[in-house]
């Protein structure tokens, strides 16, 4: 897995869904909250432009 870092400021400052006739997600992101995420996956060093990559070790 790979996380993509983003903040909730990106989403706020996206384009309206709304405006392409999706009311119901444009309602849902309107109403937004950060909420801290916990891995069960550890992070591995890779070389990706994307994020941080995870694998999930047993």
Known sequence: MVRIPTGLQEFRGATDPSKYGYMKMSKA???????P?????????D???WGETYVLKR
Do not use: F, H
């Not at 992101?29 to 909420?35: F, G, I, P, T």
């Open 29 to 35: 992101l309107a109403n937004l909250q950060y909420r």
């Open 47 to 49: 070389e990706t432009i």
């Open 37 to 45: 995420v916990k891995l069960n996956a550890k992070p591995v060093k």
